[in-house]
Every structure is written in C-alpha cells, then in structure tokens.
C-alpha cells in the first residue's frame, strides 16, 4: 500500500480500532469534500427526533389496517366470511379474497406467485388471509376476531428434505407465471425444473476433463442457517387513494419497480401511482418489490380514506427472511495445492413464495467460485419451496452463503494437504485485472494484497500456538453494482448557488445521500452545506432502479457525477459568453468564476440576463453497465465488492463456547468519497457477520416459527463484541465510480462467519460446518472429534 494512518477506536468501550490504507487522503489528492469524513446530513434530524420515517405519516382521517394471519403450514381455504366483522363499528373495509376481482392479484420478481391475501389456499403460518382498515388498531384487531375461515389442513413441507421427498406434497399445482431473463456464455436457467423448485440457475466453463488432472478430489456439505433482517424501522405503508390517484408513503428500496409492480397488480397506468419513501430506518435487503403496499392501497381504495398498515417486529419475522441453503462442494486440486477445479450444488431453501430467490440463486451459484483461479467450474443453485417464511434478498445476497462453504472448504483442503490455509489462498488467488470468469469484467481489488493487511492487523504469522486458541482467515467476494441497473440523476442550482442532488437512491442509513452530495460538491467546488438531497416522489424523481448491490457509489454515483458536470458545464459556458472568453478558461469555485487572479460572482452575471426571478441551470446524468452475449450474466459486472476477515477465538472444551478475541474486518472502497461512512459501513457489515456466525438462527418446527419475536432471536449486543475490533478501510484506488470510488457495506460481511469457523478449526481441529457455531454444535463436534 502506498500509505496508510490510523484513527480513533470505535466507541464500543471495548478496545476497538479503525485504519484507513491506500491511495492517500483528501490534503494529498486535490480535492476539498470528497474522501474527508463530513458530517452526514442527516445526523441532526436523526439523533434529535426529528427525522420523518414512513411510520411518522400522519394524514387526516387516517385509518389503521391489520391482517389475520393463517394458523396451518398449508391448507386449503374452504371459506371466508367477513360479515361480522364488516358489521363492527369502527370498521370501514375489509379485504378478502372474495374483492380480487378485476386485479392481476399475486406478485414476485422473476415469478408471480405471492398472493395479495390468499385465494385457494395458505402455505405457511403467517401468511395473510384478510385484511381490515379500522378508526384504531385495537378496534381493527377486534374484527379481525370476527372473520371466520374455514380451512382443511393439508400436509405441511417444512424442510428442504420434505420438499424434494417424491411423496411430498406440490405447493403449487398450477405453475405461476413466470420469466426466466436472458444471460449469456455458459449461464442458464430453469422455471420449475422438478417438484417444488420454483427456480434453477447453472453455471459451467471450462473443459471437463480437467478433473482427470486433478491428484485430490474433496467433497464437503455445508449448512446456512435463516437469519431475520431485523431493521429497526418495520415494514410501513401510508396509502391515500382519492379517484385515480394514488399516493403511498412507503419504507422501500426499490420505489421504480415497485412502482411498476403494483401497477400491473392494480391494473393501473404507472402515472396514477406516486411513491414517496422519507428515510428508511434500515432494509438490508428485506424492503424491496410489494410488501405492505398492495394491502394499504386496497383497503383505502375500498374505505375512501387514507389507512396506515405498519407490521409489528413479530409480524416482520413472518414477512420475509434471508435463505437456509445446504451446499456440496466437490473440488480438485493437484499434490502442491494449485487448484484445478470445482464442482457445486446448492439448494437455497425459498419459503412459501418466490419472491426474489431466482436473483438469489444467480449470485450463490455464479459466486462458488471464489476469488480463485480454475480451469473448470460447475455450479448450480435451485430454490426449494417450503411451508416456512417467504425468503428474499438479504445484505450480501447470495455471497453469504457461497463464501461460508467455498472459504470454509478452502482451509479443509489445506489442512489434508500439509498447507497453511494463507499459503494455499495465495497460491491460488486471481491478479488484478484477471477476468472472474471467460466473458466476465476483470478483478479490480488486489487480492492479495489486501489478505496481507488483514493478517498483518491479525497478528497471524507471528502466532502462539496456545491450547483452545487459534485464528482464521477468510475472503468475502461479489460481483457488486447489479445486472442491467440504469440510474438517472438531476443536479439543478439556483441563481445565489445552491444545489439540489435528486435522484432515487434510498436513504437507508447506509450515508448515500451526503456522499453522493459530496460528489457533486467537489464537482461544482461549493461548500458541502450548500448542497441538499432531494425528498424521493417517484412523479419527479429521476429513474433509478433500485437501492441494492452496494450500486449508490457506482452506479448512482456515476449519474450523479455526469449530473454534475453537465451543470458545471453550462455555467461555464454560460460566463465565458458573458465575459468573452472560452469556458476552458474559467474555473468554477464558491459559486464564482475565475480567470487567472480575476474573480466573478455569479449571481450578478445571471441576474443581469434573467432579470429578478434569476435562473436555475439544471443538468442530467444517466450510468448504465453495457450488456455483452459473452458476459454470463447479460453484462459484465461494474465492480467486484471485496472483503477480507480474520478471527482469533478461544474455545471452552467444556462447554463449546466460542469466545471471539480478535476480528478484523476490512473492505476495499476504492476511494472514500466519506471515511466516516465507509468506516460505518464496514463495521456494520462486520458485526451482522458475527451474529450470522455466533447467534442468528430462524428455528422452525414442522414450519412452526418457534423465535420470531425480539426477546427470542438472539442478535449481537455490544458487550459480545470482541476484545479487540479492528476495521480497515482500503482505498486501492480501482474502483469504476467517481474518483475511483466502489460500493461498499456488504463485502465486511461476507467473509466473517467462515473466518470464525476457520479459527476454531484451528484452536481445536474440529470443523464445523453448520452455522451458527452454537455452544451445542461446537461441543458436539469436539466430542465427535
């Protein structure tokens, strides 16, 4: 690395640590906002109160809605009769089944399959029957007491094993319809491939013979446990349906497809719907495509007034989780550990309803590879349908669960070889520059380099061997920024400077929108505080697809970016024609040009043509990755988002404790446009990494959810923080976004749970390879060793 400094602890009160490596700071690179750590803007509003979620909505006359859930894993619904309940004072709609008509009423992603409330029949405990819009929510609970539904119980698929059985029961009878999109060399898909698999997704290059070579074949199973988003803010909808027009305040990530989504739903023009999405107090995945908003839509359609439909935290557990997957990996290495090839199967456990499992299937698939080298590689990924909670998309999106098994098998491998698992990943690891896949977009993150500073920051080379203690490493690898993902952006100023960034990615803590406010600051070269994010209402918004795959800084960033010096370029060109001179020779700062040491306040100049009103010049930028026929997934991927983990635990023989002593966790960002958010990010990422790897586990029985509520699901608290957490923020200076910047927040993530299990690999020479690694499985597998 070129240079690097360190920074102040974390704050956890534990000892923690920060360090930011690579390609030099804001005083060292010319610019003046970007890579400094500026204040977000929206920290007052949020630490004050002030902030206005969704859940803060308040309209007058507002109604509150609440849904009757079904009590069966799957049955059949005989009846619905809502009399009672319609009759309640207090009630002014209520949904069922019976008030589809007209509507193309289920939704999903790649198929459509997931009801608005249930029609023929429900497939798992949760899932919605009816719905009421009432004065309170108490008065609502009440009727939903009064709707009687008569229901003939059929057998429940609780498990993967249970699904695939050949006497397993067949979710659904009558295929939904559904799309498989186009990809290219050596990519392929399935709708439906055999009973209750809603999706498969297959990858293959390489010649096939290359296993002939191999002098080591290992086959391993590995198993990914469920975990539940937790955002802290629940899903929320405010809908007012006044005529035609339709207008929600929603906590979502997608505003666009949803958009799109719910129109086809309503069979409405896009134009009659308008999305407004205030902050979002957290998503991690879960708030995309149709949640709570058909529902609210519906019912204030029915009931002429504004309703609020908010989940509680329990009724979040039934909506959507992350996947379950068991995973098979068959690899084949030669005698010094040079890898060869590898062969995957991966069966991602999908729920009740589709939703956005086939794009999950794509990435865990297209992922198993790893960040290494192969002459042949197979993979293939299908999605089990389950009579448990729906699955979607989740932080790390697939890659999880690739790089649990792949990192996990990695450090296996070395160990029957004689190999220090850190020799074997250097061994094998791609360069920069090196294409992932024939086709697929080069890595742009040394990877080698960035191991060294995970265990140079570990200590690992200079370990003590100590009884019960050991360390592990790991490499988190994606392809980030999305397939297909287009973003517009418009950045407008006023005539006194003052500049409005609006575009469509969410605020969902995550620090987009000062960073992309950074970026156009540094471009107009105005103060950070003269620039405001605009509110996101989908009828001026610029398009944007979505705020997903770490895509803010690279996708979003480069709209944004060409936004930016679109305007710059006009206000130049604009006072080079009032003073005489070509544009070349202004440079724009303080919302005033200058020409060699003279200096000319704009406000004066465009008051002089455009009279009191004054003038708003106004620019548009548009980023979208080109497609290819040879990149597998339809185009090459706009950046690989990189992590790198490393662990030292001690393990209690006793009773199977996992202790995590040291976690240090970093990713490569390319450029921080902001150090502080990165640094967030990172560490954010890194501590939900520990509680996938330690405490997180969905537990069902017979497709019962047995820990769906707060006090029951065991997250990370501070004090289960390590003794010594160290994040490091690499800047390698790669990155395709604007001054080299790349997504960051789920990288940190990917790689944490398998460093772990690698680390108590190596304190105890017992592999676990079931997540979390609970106590119980720790100490099973001690006592099998």
């Given at each position: ?463 003590a061997r100590t009884p019960n203690r050991g360390m592990g490493l790991a490499i988190g690898f994606k392809d980030g920024g999305g397939v297909n993902k287009p973003a ?97 020779d202004l440079t724009l700062r303080d919302w005033a040009v200058r020409r060699g040491d003279e200096v000319t306040p704009l406000p004066g100049l465009i008051m002089a ?177």
């Open positions: 690395m070129s240079e690097g400094h360190a920074a102040v602890g974390a704050g956890t009160g534990q000892s923690a640590g920060h360090a930011a490596v690579g390609a030099g700071t804001a005083q060292g690179d010319g610019h003046a906002v970007v890579g400094t750590a500026a204040r977000r803007g929206d920290a007052a509003p949020k630490v004050t109160g002030g902030a206005r979620y969704s859940a803060d909505v308040r309209l007058p006359g507002m109604l509150h809605a609440k849904v009757l859930r079904s009590p069966h894993a799957h049955a059949r619904v005989v009846s619905v009769d809502a009399t009672r309940a319609r009759a309640l004072n207090g009630v002014h709609a209520v949904l069922t089944r019976d008030d589809l008509g007209g509507l193309s009423p289920t939704y999903g992603y790649f198929v459509k399959d997931q009801p608005v409330v249930a029609i023929d029949r429900v497939r798992y405990v949760g899932d919605v029957v009816a719905a009421v819009a009432a004065v309170d929510e108490r008065v609502a609970l009440r009727a939903l007491e009064l709707i009687d539904v008569v229901y003939e119980p059929l057998p429940a698929v609780p498990d993967i094993d249970a699904a695939l059985a050949a006497d397993a029961p067949e979710l659904f009878e009558e295929a939904p319809p559904g799309v498989v999109p186009p990809y290219g060399t050596g990519a392929s898909g399935r709708l439906r491939p055999r009973r209750n698999v809603c999706y498969e997704f297959r990858y293959e290059t390489g010649p096939e013979d290359a296993w002939a070579e191999c002098d080591h074949v290992f086959e391993d199973t590995f198993v990914f446990s469920r975990m539940n988003h937790f955002h802290l803010e629940p899903f929320v909808t405010v809908a007012d349906v006044r005529g035609e027009q339709i207008e929600i305040w929603t906590s979502t990530q997608n505003p666009f497809p949803l958009r799109k989504e719910l129109a086809r739903v309503l069979r409405v023009e896009e134009n009659r719907i308008r999305v407004h999405v205030p902050y979002v107090g957290g998503g991690f995945g879960a708030k995309h495509n149709c949640k709570t908003e058909p529902i609210a839509i519906l019912l204030s359609r029915m009931a002429g007034r504004p309703v609020r439909y908010c989940l509680t935290t329990e009724e979040g557990f039934l909506t959507l989780s992350q996947h379950s997957a068991v995973l098979t990996v068959r690899t084949g290495v030669l005698a010094d550990g040079t890898f060869v090839a590898r062969d995957s199967t991966v069966l991602l456990e999908a729920g009740a309803y589709s939703d956005g499992s086939p794009l999950v299937a794509e990435k865990a698939a297209y992922r198993m590879p790893g960040p290494y080298r192969w002459k042949r590689v197979e993979s293939s990924c299908e999605c089990v349908m389950t009579t448990t909670t729906p699955t979607g998309p989740f932080r790390g999106f697939g890659a999880t669960q690739s790089t649990w098994a792949s990192e996990s098998q990695v450090d296996m491998i070395a160990r029957r070889l004689g190999m220090d698992p850190y020799d074997l990943r250097m061994k094998n690891l791609k360069e920069l520059g090196e294409p992932f896949v024939p086709g697929e977009s080069g890595i742009d993150s040394d990877l080698a380099e960035g191991l060294d500073v995970v265990a140079d920051a570990l200590g690992y080379h200079a370990r517009q952006a418009r950045v407008k100023v006023s005539t006194a400077g003052d500049v409005y960034v609006n575009c469509g990615t969410v605020e969902i803590g995550q620090g987009a929108s000062t960073a992309l406010c950074q970026v156009v600051a540094e471009v107009l070269g105005v103060p950070l505080r003269r620039v405001v994010y605009a509110p996101i209402n989908t009828d001026v918004t610029p398009f944007d697809q979505g705020t997903n795959a770490s895509s803010g800084m690279t996708v979003m960033g480069q709209a944004v970016l060409r936004a930016a010096e679109a305007v710059r370029a006009q206000v130049l060109e604009f006072a080079a024609g009032r003073l005489g001179c070509a544009p070349a043509v455009f009279g009191g009103t004054g003038f708003e010049f106004s620019g548009s930028g548009f980023f979208k990755a080109p497609n290819s026929p040879e990149a597998p997934l339809d185009a090459p991927c706009v950046f690989w988002e990189i992590g790198w983990a490393g662990a030292e635990v001690e393990v209690d023989p006793d009773t199977g404790k996992v202790t995590v002593l040291q976690l240090v966790a970093s990713g490569d960002v390319g450029k921080a446009v902001n150090t502080l958010i990165c640094r967030g990010q990172d560490e954010g990422a890194a501590v939900m990494g520990l509680g996938q790897a330690l405490f997180e586990e969905m537990r069902f029985d017979g497709g019962v959810l047995l820990n769906g509520e707060a006090l029951d699901y065991r997250v990370p608290m501070a004090e289960d923080l390590p003794e010594r957490f160290v994040s490091i923020t690499q800047e390698q200076g790669h990155g395709p976004g604007p001054f080299g910047a790349k997504g960051a927040g789920e990288g940190a993530m990917v790689p944490v749970a398998a460093a772990i299990a690698n680390a108590v690999h190596d304190a105890t020479g017992a592999r676990i390879s079931a997540l979390p690694l609970s106590p119980e499985r720790v100490f099973d597998a001690l006592r099998a060793r």
